[in-house]
């Protein structure tokens, strides 16, 4: 496909941009394009991980919440992947709940304290 003359290049899109569109379209299909384009948001996001396709694995997988082990209710924006905001490390997967726990826990230490000794 590579030509060297941009008229030849131009030509060669037209004549196969049925084709070309096939296949985008099945490839969106694909497992394979869910997994790439879900860890680019999380890369996009700030999440830092050593292996993201072990993540990936373990996302997909999990069904319960790392905290309270109670089960994630399929929903938009439910199974959360808890990270830090200021080193971007993964922590754990974690219900929508759970991770607006931990956020503010971890910004404010004093509310945490007063959580613990109720």
Not at 80 to 99: A, P, S
Request: hydrophobic share 20%.
């Amino acid at each position: 496909m590579p030509y060297k003359n941009p008229e030849d290049t131009k030509k060669y899109r037209d004549e196969n941009k049925e084709r070309e569109k096939k296949r985008q379209a099945e490839y969106r299909k694909s497992g394979k394009y869910k997994k790439t384009t879900t860890i680019s948001g999380w890369k996009y996001k700030g999440l830092v991980a050593d292996d993201y396709d072990a993540i990936y694995e373990r996302y997909i997988n999990t069904h319960e919440c790392d905290c309270c082990n109670k089960p994630i209710v399929q929903r938009k924006a439910s199974k959360v992947m808890d990270h830090c905001h200021k080193t971007g490390k993964f922590r754990n997967i974690l219900c929508h709940d759970c991770n607006i726990l931990r956020y503010h826990f971890d910004n404010n230490y004093k509310a945490y304290l007063r959580m613990m000794t109720m």
